[in-house]
């Protein structure tokens, strides 16, 4: 019996979330716009050296998230990876942040400036506070997300830090993460209220 003969739709499935996914992280790709729907034939997928993973990734109880909390920590990821227990750590990592979202971001906020304001400025072109502690993982990369679009920060980073080889893939990463991202603007605006004022 081949290996072929174990491959099926859910394996063929798994593969189009998987390119899906990376597109979306790694290209002009949207994962939104187009509904995770990518141009991928069964003929490509059964004569792909790995498909036999992606029918193993299809097993899995959660392969979706599984896919997107590790492609959003490194998107450059292999399927083979996924199989690792590394990838499954940040999948149970992920899984416990974006359950409970607004106790997360309400942690993180207590690693910040009492002074509002000051963690979001640029000084003389340098990173601000809020991106140096998400590089450090001081605060996670929902946390900076959230803030980002809470703040409407993008614009005046994007104008104000000097640096153009590593924050514009920082800033690709947050633009391309946040839609994935489900909370309440409502909740998390209070939070930042009776945090900083």
Known sequence: MSESSFLNEN????????????????SSYDYFKYNGKVNVTPDTF????????????????????????????N?????????EEKANGVYLSWKKRTDAITSHVQDN?????????????????????????YLRREISLETTCILTKLTNSEE????????????????????????????STDKLKKVVKDRFF
């Open 75 to 83: 998107p450059k990821l292999w399927v083979g990876d996924l199989m």
């Open 156 to 183: 005046y980073w994007t104008k104000s830090v000097l640096d153009n080889v590593m924050f514009p893939d920082i800033m690709k990463k947050l633009t391309k993460y946040h839609p994935f991202l489900v909370y």
């Open 109 to 133: 906020l207590g690693k910040l400036n009492d002074d509002f304001k000051s963690n979001f400025v640029s000084n003389q072109g340098q990173y601000p506070l809020v991106i140096n502690l």
């Open 46 to 73: 059964y004569t792909r050296k790995d498909a036999y993973s992606f029918q193993k990734l299809s097993k899995k109880k959660d392969y979706k998230n599984l896919i997107l909390s590790n492609i959003a920590d």
């Open 11 to 26: 394996g063929l499935t798994a593969y189009q979330e998987y390119m899906a996914i990376k597109r979306h992280f790694t």
